[in-house]
T-cell receptor, first 116, second 113 residues
Framework: AQKITQTQPGMFVQEKEAVTLDCTYDTSDQSYGLFWYKQPSSGEMIFLIYQGSYDEQNATEGRYSLNFQKARKSANLVISASQLGDSAMYFCAMRGPFRQGGKLIFGQGTELSVKP | DAGITQSPRHKVTETGTPVTLRCHQT?????MYWYRQDPGHGLRLIHYSYGVKDTDKGEVSDGYSVSRSKTEDFLLTLESATSSQTSVYFCAIRQEATNEKLFFGSGTQLSVL
């Protein structure tokens, strides 16, 4: 069975500092995808970054990077130079096999608070 | 924005009444999903569809049914709403062209009293 674990229910970071949000996963599939979504207080789910299981390089999208360690089955999100607007819930998710609909399985989320 | 519209945005209903939530997309995506979000559980998959009249269950499908009679609409029905179905419901589409990522609608806040 596939599983996503986010062990940090809440985190604080000082504005302009970097922060790492942890995510570990479990799957027996060789092909999978890992995603991070941001959910601000307004409630919408915003796609941040994607990493494929066969990608050799860590994904980056602006201030977001994904620290992918396949052997350890971890996919941590790194936010550089935190901004007040980064305060939100962050969800890690894993895409399952396409033969099973390619659906996403989500972790429980980490609430990030950025302090001025 | 991937052209996803959920309706209604908010709904209050009574236990035992039927409720239908609608997800409408404008970009002809094949895959559509219904998730519910509850505190402490993240998002959990209710049902998904991989084409017109093709649907399958997710991990929390009990008490829900879905229908997809045309590509653009995916309906979620609570046949007889219960208080445990009070939740925020998200519809999502899978964009097969770019990394298979899911885009989400704005959500529907459903309260069952």
């Amino acid at each position: 069975a596939q599983k996503i674990t986010q062990t940090q229910p809440g985190m604080f970071v000082q504005e302009k500092e970097a922060v790492t949000l942890d995510c570990t996963y479990d799957t027996s599939d060789q092909s999978y995808g890992l995603f991070w979504y941001k959910q601000p207080s307004s409630g919408e789910m915003i796609f941040l970054i994607y990493q494929g299981s066969y990608d050799e390089q860590n994904a980056t999208e602006g201030r977001y990077s994904l620290n992918f360690q396949k052997a350890r089955k971890s996919a941590n999100l790194v936010i550089s130079a935190s901004q007040l607007g980064d305060s939100a819930m962050y969800f890690c998710a894993m895409r399952g096999p396409f033969r099973q609909g390619g659906k996403l399985i989500f972790g429980q989320g980490t609430e990030l608070s950025v302090k001025p | 924005d991937a052209g996803i519209t959920q309706s209604p945005r908010h709904k209050v209903t009574e236990t035992g009444t039927p409720v239908t939530l609608r997800c409408h997309q404008t970009e002809n995506h094949r895959y559509m999903y219904w998730y519910r979000q509850d505190p402490g559980h993240g998002l959990r998959l209710i049902h998904y569809s991989y084409g017109v009249k093709d649907t399958d269950k997710g991990e929390v499908s009990d008490g829900y049914s879905v229908s997809r009679s045309k590509t653009e609409d995916f309906l979620l029905t609570l046949e007889s709403a219960t208080s445990s179905q009070t939740s925020v419901y998200f519809c999502a589409i899978r964009q097969e062209a770019t990394n298979e990522k899911l885009f989400f609608g704005s959500g529907t806040q459903l309260s069952v009293l």
